[in-house]
């Protein structure tokens, strides 16, 4: 699979469908074709096991999971960064957060500390980091991997 996508599919959180999200459109007033829930394209979504399985498994494009826990300092400080990223990102990529406290995948997803950073295309890990990090070196890494759409999945 080669060139841009003109429109990403986005599954809705609240009930499991996938949307067709026009790139035309803005990504922020995206609402869900079956429930109208808001898809909630510009800021983080908190999934589970099961949203986060869903969403890699019917989604194409971008998807970037922050896997963070409650007492862990640098994963609170990262949460306004996230949102941040996750509005200048709009339509182009999905941010999403995942507890590591209630979380079997974490393991398999390779997480060895916190904050960790997964970045997913069409369903597959094509990128990670760890620690902190800030909106606009976030903002720049997804981005950059907006355009390497015919790099091979690492
Ligand atoms: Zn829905």
Redesign the pocket.
């Known amino acids: 699979m080669m060139g841009v996508a003109l429109s990403n599919q986005a599954v809705?959180?609240?009930?499991?469908?996938a949307?067709r999200v026009p790139a035309d459109k803005p990504a922020a007033a995206a609402?869900?074709?079956?429930?109208?829930?808001p898809?909630g394209l510009d800021r983080p979504a908190e999934v589970n096991d099961a949203q986060l399985a869903l969403l890699l498994e019917k989604s194409t494009g971008l998807i970037l999971v922050d896997v963070w826990a409650p007492w862990c300092g640098p994963c609170r400080a990262m949460a306004p960064q996230f949102a941040t990223a996750a509005g200048a990102l709009a339509g182009k990529a999905r941010l999403v957060k995942l507890n590591a406290d209630q979380s079997q995948m974490v393991q398999s997803l390779g997480v060895s500390g916190i904050p960790a950073l997964i970045l997913f295309r069409d369903g597959r890990i094509v990128d990670r980091k760890a620690g902190l990090i800030k909106a606009d070196a976030l903002t720049a890494w997804v981005g950059g991997h907006l355009t390497n759409s015919g790099k091979p999945a690492i």
Do not use: D, V
């Not at 809705?12 to 469908?17: P, R, Y």
């Not at 609402?31 to 829930?37: D, H």
């Open positions: 809705c959180i609240a009930c499991g469908s949307n609402k869900c074709g079956r429930c109208a829930a898809l």
